[in-house]
C-alpha cells in the first residue's frame, strides 16, 4: 500500500497501473478491496470496513485515488466533486507536440464500447469536454504535458490527446505506437488532487511520486 494521507475521515493512496480501482463483481484484485484489508489490519478493526472511493481512475492510469472513511465524509466530498470544488492535475506522456506552451482542447465525445470517441458537436448523446495543458517538457519527439480538466468525461483525456494527434505513450486503445514502462500501464498519472477536508474544511493537497523523469 503506497499511503499518501490517512486520518479519521480520509484515506488517499497512489494507484499502481493496471489495478483497478473498486471492485468489478468478479473476484479480480482492485485497489479498494486492498485498502480495506489494509484499513482493517492496520487499526485492528472488527467486522466489515466502510472505505468508498470518491473518484475512479482508469485501470492503466496511476495516480491519486481518494477514499473516503465514513459516510459523513463520503456525502461531503461528493457534493464538493459535483460542484466542481476539487482541482484534478494530470501528467501525461505524449507522441508528439500540441501547439505552443499551453492551450485547450474542446471537444465533444461519444461513449461507446470500453473507449470514447470525439464527435462533431450536435452528434446526439455526446457530451462537452474540455481541458487545459501546458507543456513542460519536449524531449526526443515527445512531449510531458501538465492537464487541468474543466469536465469529468470517460477516457476523456485519452480521447482528446489523440484526437488532437499526440496519444499517450503506450494507450495503444487510442493508436500508441509506443510503448510505456509497463506492459499493462499507459504514462497517465493522476498527479495531484487538491480539495477542502470534508470535516476540518483545511485545504488537502494529495500529490503522487514523479514517475517520468526516467522516461525523459
Known amino acids: 500500500m503506497d ?9 488517499a493512496l497512489n494507484k499502481p497501473a493496471g489495478l ?5 463483481g ?16 492496520e487499526y485492528h478493526k472488527p467486522g466489515a470496513v466502510f ?7 482508469d485501470r492503466p492510469v496511476a495516480g491519486v485515488v481518494l477514499f473516503a472513511r465514513t459516510s459523513k465524509a463520503l456525502s461531503r466530498l461528493n457534493e ?3 460542484r466542481g470544488d476539487c482541482e484534478k492535475i494530470y501528467l501525461a506522456l ?5 501547439p505552443g506552451p499551453d492551450g485547450a482542447l474542446n471537444d465533444w465525445l461519444l461513449h461507446g464500447d470500453h473507449r470514447a470517441d470525439v464527435v ?12 487545459t495543458y501546458t507543456v513542460l517538457r519536449r524531449s526526443a519527439g515527445r512531449s510531458l504535458l501538465r492537464i487541468v480538466l474543466g469536465s469529468g468525461r470517460y477516457h476523456q483525456i485519452r480521447a482528446q490527446l489523440a484526437q488532437a494527434g ?15 514502462l509497463s506492459a499493462d500501464g499507459i504514462a497517465l498519472q493522476h498527479a495531484t488532487l487538491r480539495i477542502c477536508h470534508p470535516v476540518t474544511r483545511e485545504a488537502m493537497v494529495f500529490t503522487a511520486p514523479d514517475i517520468f523523469t526516467a522516461a525523459l
Open 3 to 11: 499511503v499518501l494521507y490517512v486520518d479519521n475521515h480520509l484515506l
Open 20 to 24: 483497478l480501482t473498486q471492485p468489478s
Open 26 to 41: 468478479t473476484s479480480e484484485d482492485n485497489l479498494e478491496d486492498r485498502a480495506k484489508a489494509w484499513v482493517k489490519a
Open 51 to 57: 472505505l468508498e472511493a470518491v473518484h475512479r481512475i
Open 80 to 82: 464538493a466533486m459535483r
Open 94 to 98: 505524449v507522441t508528439g507536440d500540441l
Open 120 to 131: 462533431p458537436a450536435g452528434t446526439p448523446g455526446a457530451k462537452a469536454a474540455v481541458l
Open 166 to 180: 499526440c496519444p499517450i505513450v503506450g494507450d495503444h486503445k487510442y493508436g500508441s505506437p509506443e510503448r510505456w
